[in-house]
């Protein structure tokens, strides 16, 4: 799963311990789930959600499936 | 979904605190069972063979409550690090297990007494490795 977090946090020049603390997490989670190596609970994208006032498949999306054309 | 408040930072020193008060009273605890049965009492040395306990389970404890107050990605890191020692203890338990069937261990070398601490450095290894993945 792909998702916009490091866009919309540098939009409001929060640094990721900022964001973390705002939603409750380390910044060490923060970095993971910016990077894509760790997809946040439902209750935590919601809240990540809520913070950036956008809906979360704005936020989180899957990655493209080639077709392998 | 906790991050760590200030007063828990504060906290931060007390579980290695406690870790490194039980481990300094396991190994006094090996250096004075070393010695000759006749130095003192058999109640003694129980009571000596015994006090490490208090301190590691204030020590586990300390870490359990460590891991509840986590976030969901430090819940994460803990799980993956159990995913890899726990099997990697059954492992060890097993191979030496099947190995004693066969040959005549050192009771000195690979007894419960001296296995044990494979274990936590078994946890430790994955915790690395976790953190590794996720960095």
Redesign the interface.
């Known amino acids: 799963m792909r998702n916009r977090l490091k866009v919309l946090r540098a939009e409001r020049n929060w640094s990721q311990s900022d964001l973390g603390e705002r939603v409750g997490v380390s910044r060490q989670a923060v970095t993971a789930i910016e990077t894509g190596k760790y997809d946040p609970s439902l209750p935590l994208a919601f809240k990540l959600a809520r913070l950036f006032g956008q809906p979360v498949e704005e936020i989180f999306f899957l990655e493209e499936v080639g077709t392998g054309e | 979904?906790?991050?760590?408040t200030p007063s828990q930072s504060r906290r931060g020193w007390v579980t290695p605190a406690v870790g490194a008060i039980w481990i300094l009273l396991y190994f006094g605890a090996r250096a004075l069972l070393e010695k000759p049965p006749g130095e003192f009492g058999t109640a003694a040395r129980v009571v000596v063979a015994l006090a490490p306990i208090p301190a590691f389970a204030a020590f586990l404890w300390l870490l359990i409550r460590g891991v509840r107050s986590a976030?969901?990605?430090?819940r994460?890191i803990h799980l993956e690090a159990l995913a890899v020692a726990y099997p990697l203890a059954i492992l060890l338990l097993m191979t030496l297990g099947l190995l004693q069937r066969a040959i005549e261990l050192k009771f000195e070398d690979w007894s419960y007494a001296h296995v044990w601490i494979y274990l936590p450095l078994f946890y430790f290894l994955g915790l690395a490795l976790a953190r590794r993945?996720?960095?």
């Open positions: 979904m906790t991050s760590s976030d969901e990605f430090e994460r993945r996720y960095a």
